[in-house]
């Protein structure tokens, strides 16, 4: 685009430019010139465009600008490619009602230290109560480390294994991903294929964040050995455990209606004030 702009001809006038007594067009907005004069082979002198400050700003804004349009497709891209439940795409730190505020710093510790983590293969393991918020901590950070530009991948097990039964040639890559996601573990069957699909994970040394309704004793003493051997690798890579405890109770939520109230009232009085 701003090459074409710099050929050997002289600078096409802005509104405000003006000539100098050499005859030189000045920009009228950051008084540089916008011309230069050359002396051709065959004795004459011409004018050639050249950038003032204004073209040099306007030139590095557009670059600027673009990069951060081509880092957008690649994020939106990324997102496509990674959630393909649109239910997670919602679940950000921008929605948190802060009802679990330790928590929440955990998750954004985790993304705001992610290089580590991924150099460790360090992953999560949220337990706790229905309702209490697991898959939307686990969804925070997916969805954060996306912005950045990190391939994650959210999914169930039970359908990874579903896919990959059904579908055998054209199963989710799992190694391209930088981070896995599985949601509500423990409701899948163990079968030798969710064994190998979480030793796939284990072996690319993928990151893994698991939420499950089951509590950590029961994934470290499964009843069963086929269960176990998956909870083991599951374990080695969402090693640290979050409980997230079911808090909202009915004080929170008059409270926070009074705070929804009063942004209300205190908004409509601006409005008026306006
Ligand atoms: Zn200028």
């Known amino acids: 685009m701003f090459d074409n702009l710099f050929k050997d001809a002289p600078a096409i006038p802005r509104a405000g430019d003006f000539k100098n007594d050499q005859g030189i067009l000045i920009c009228g907005k950051c008084r540089q010139a916008r011309e230069c004069l050359v002396n051709c082979p065959d004795g004459r002198t011409v004018k050639k465009h050249i950038r003032c400050q204004c073209d040099t700003e306007d030139e590095e804004n557009y670059l600027r600008r673009k990069r951060h349009e081509e880092f957008q497709d690649r994020v939106a891209k990324l997102r496509r490619l990674g959630i393909t439940d649109e239910a997670y795409t919602a679940q950000r730190f921008e929605n948190d009602d802060g009802r679990n505020p330790d928590v929440t710093e955990k998750c954004k510790q985790y993304v705001a230290k992610w290089d580590k983590m991924r150099e460790h293969y ?34 169930r097990l039970s359908d990874l294994v579903r896919n990959r039964v059904q579908d055998k040639g054209d199963f989710v890559k799992l190694r391209d991903f930088d981070l896995i996601v599985l949601d509500d573990i423990g409701i899948e069957g163990a079968t030798q294929t969710a064994y190998n699909i979480v030793d796939d994970i284990y072996r690319a040394n993928i990151p893994l964040i698991v939420t499950t309704n089951l509590s950590l004793s029961q994934l470290k003493e499964s009843t069963s050995i086929e269960k176990q051997r998956i909870y083991d690798r599951i374990l ?16 929170d939520i008059a409270r926070k209606n009074a705070k929804k109230t009063q942004d209300i009232l205190l908004n409509e009085e601006n409005i008026t004030k306006e």
């Open 236 to 251: 080695q890579r969402a090693s640290y455990p979050i409980k997230v405890d079911v808090t909202i109770s009915r004080l």
């Open 122 to 155: 360090f992953g999560i393991t949220f337990t706790g109560a229905v309702g209490g918020g697991k898959s939307f901590y686990a969804c925070c950070i997916a969805n954060a480390l996306i912005d950045r530009g990190v391939k994650v991948l959210v999914t």
